[in-house]
């Protein structure tokens, strides 16, 4: 599926083939990416999958130029900007289904671990929006420094600053709430 992309040349062919991957197969491989990041900003796959279909629609509205090479970059903040919009519109709904229950586990340790993952929950989503994005382009999805800076329209220094400033601020917030 290309969602209304297609190649505008033979060199945005090449690129797709060199990567090993053929245009349609290219254009998949970023759904899925941009997807997994949105659920990260989320918190439900369903309105993960609207959000990128809807970043795809931009795009194609747009059109933003595949070739470019800021493209995946664009895509992915489209995609942040649309989920944060998101955030500020709905609640996320209980993490509590989605967490497999261990054997080892017991009842009282799985209720402590979704307890200690709906904390750390809420206190990801109370990050300055900058943070929030940045913190999860770079643990999360394994982004280096450069591409979220390129993502997020930063200095390289300003995303590192966003990455250590949301880790310290969810260090204290998560130390804080142990100590309770």
């Known amino acids: 599926m290309t969602y209304g992309l297609e190649p505008l040349d033979d060199r945005d062919l090449r ?3 060199r990567s090993g991957m053929s ?3 290219a254009l998949e491989d970023l759904r899925r990416r941009l997807v997994r ?3 990260k900003l989320v918190w439900n796959r369903a309105d993960a999958e609207e959000i990128v279909q809807d970043a795809f629609q931009i795009a194609v509205t ?3 130029a595949i070739r470019d090479d800021q493209f995946d ?3 992915f903040r489209t995609a942040g900007n649309l989920c944060l919009n998101h955030r500020r519109k709905h609640r996320p709904e209980s993490l509590g289904d989605w ?3 261990s054997e080892a ?3 009282i340790e799985s209720a402590m671990e979704v307890e200690r993952l709906e904390r750390l929950r809420v206190c990801i989503s109370e990050l ?3 943070q929030r994005i940045a913190l999860t382009l770079r643990w999360i999805e394994q982004f280096d420094y450069r591409d979220v800076a390129k993502i997020m329209e930063l200095t390289e220094s300003a995303a590192r600053a966003h990455v250590h400033q949301a880790r310290r601020h969810l260090a204290d917030a998560m130390g804080s709430h142990d100590d309770a």
């Open 73 to 75: 970059a664009w895509m």
């Open 105 to 107: 586990r017991t009842p």
């Open 99 to 101: 967490i497999a229950a």
């Open 37 to 39: 990041y949105a659920v």
């Open 15 to 17: 690129d797709s083939l």
């Open 23 to 25: 245009f349609p197969a």
């Open 128 to 130: 300055p929006p900058q």
């Open 62 to 64: 747009k059109k933003i």
